[in-house]
Structures are given as C-alpha cells and as structure tokens.
C-alpha cells in the first residue's frame, strides 16, 4: 500500500490564483482530513469526511473548498489565495471507529506571495 | 483555541535521560494520542490510550491519562539522540474530529 499520498509536495502562488491540493489514499479508510501547520504550532483542522459524498467544517475552513466523491480521493481547494494561507498541509485518513489511528501524508508546502 | 496544550513548548536533554512531556484538554474525548514530527516531515502515530485507560506502555514510552484532570503525560525512557523531535498530543471527541496540541520540541544531546 502507498499509504497517504499528497500532490504537489511544493507550490508557490500569486496573490488571487487558484488551485487544487490533491490527497488519495489506498487504505480503504472512511474518515479523512485536511489540516495545516504554520511555522512553531500544531495541527489545525480545516476540513473532514466521514465518508464519500460527506463533509465538514473544521476550525479554519474560510478559504477552502473541499469534496468527497469517492473513498480514495480528498482534494481540497483554495478559492483565491492570500498570503495568510502560506502554510504546510497535511491530509490524514483513519478507519471509522475511535479506536483508530490516524496517518498522515508528507504534506505540501505552499506559499502564497 | 486548541483543545490539546503541550508544556513544556521546548525540552532539552541529555542522551540517557528521560524525557517527560504533558497535555490538557479541555472537552471529554474518546481517546488521546501522541505523534511525533521530525523535521520537515508528516506526523507519526506512536501511541493511543482510551478514556477508561490509565496508562500504556509501549517500548520506551509510557502515557498516563488522567480524565478527572483532563490531562495526559508521555515519558520517553533513555532518551536517544534520534528521538529528537516535535510530539503532539491529538484529542479524538465524539464528534469523530482529532484535535492537536502545539506540540512540545524535544533535543536529545549526544
């Protein structure tokens, strides 16, 4: 299994650009997640699914576009970024059941000039 | 704000030495877990203790969860050089969210 995979691992935009974080897993996992990490802080949740064709808000989800329409795929978009979205993002899948662990992908590093 | 505080926010120490970090939380969880980050990478699942859970063991690490309190610690034993890094205690509610802590940075010196 390849796990949690995320494209691109770099990305730099302009201010107003748009563009599409591509997240898939092989695990057959129902619950997956969107988070970012700025620079010294933990994890913030943006967005999650409980499975294909739900989702939800996190903590910070302005800004960011999310759909779910099949189990493996979990793209998360942003609209028009600003220079307050520069971060790392991770997506993570777990299984249902909360006795469960959940794993992460490498991230993407994205700056917005 | 988080549901998850670290403290301490950075932790240095010798090798052979052990190394304790704490989390509180603020809400009744179903379980805690700790990750851990190295540097420039993705989080890494070391541990998860459940609410009726006092304490576990796994290798080098031993998590204590006090839900009265509503805090959890993580003990690594005979710290190594390689267990430099940043570790995150992680709160799964009832509402299937997994919410981070900032994290506390441990050096281990060689």
């Known amino acids: 299994n390849a796990g949690v995979t995320q494209t691109p691992k770099f990305q730099v935009l302009k201010t107003g650009q748009s563009m599409t974080l591509q997240c898939a897993q092989d695990?057959?996992?129902?619950?997956m997640s969107w988070y970012r990490q700025d620079p010294g802080m933990g994890l913030r949740l943006i967005h999650y699914?409980?499975?294909?064709?739900?989702?939800d808000q996190g903590e910070v989800p302005n800004g960011y576009n999310v759909s779910r329409s099949t189990t493996e795929d979990f793209p998360l978009r942003l609209l028009s970024a600003a220079p307050s979205q520069t971060s790392v993002y991770f997506c993570?899948?777990?299984?249902?059941?909360?006795?469960?662990?959940?794993?992460f992908g490498p991230g993407t590093r994205l700056l917005v000039l | 704000s988080q549901q998850g505080e670290e403290d301490p926010q950075a932790l240095s120490i010798q090798e052979g030495e052990n190394a304790t970090m704490n989390c509180s939380y603020k809400?009744?969880?179903?379980?805690l877990q700790w990750y851990r980050q190295n540097s420039g990478r993705g989080l890494v699942h070391l541990i998860l203790?459940?609410?009726?859970?006092r304490e576990k063991h796994s290798g080098r690490l031993r998590v204590t969860l006090d839900t009265s309190k509503k805090s959890s610690s993580l003990l690594i034993t005979a710290s190594r050089a390689a267990d430099t890094a940043s570790y995150f205690c992680?709160?799964?509610?009832?509402?299937?969210?997994?919410?981070f802590g900032e994290g506390t940075q441990l050096t281990v010196n060689p």
């Open positions: 993570a899948s777990r299984p249902s059941g909360w006795r469960e662990t959940q794993y």
């Open positions: 695990m057959n996992h129902e619950y």
């Open positions: 699914s409980v499975g294909a064709g739900i989702t």
């Open positions: 809400t009744s969880i179903n379980n």
């Open positions: 203790i459940r609410s009726n859970e």
């Open positions: 992680a709160t799964l509610t009832s509402g299937s969210r997994l919410t």
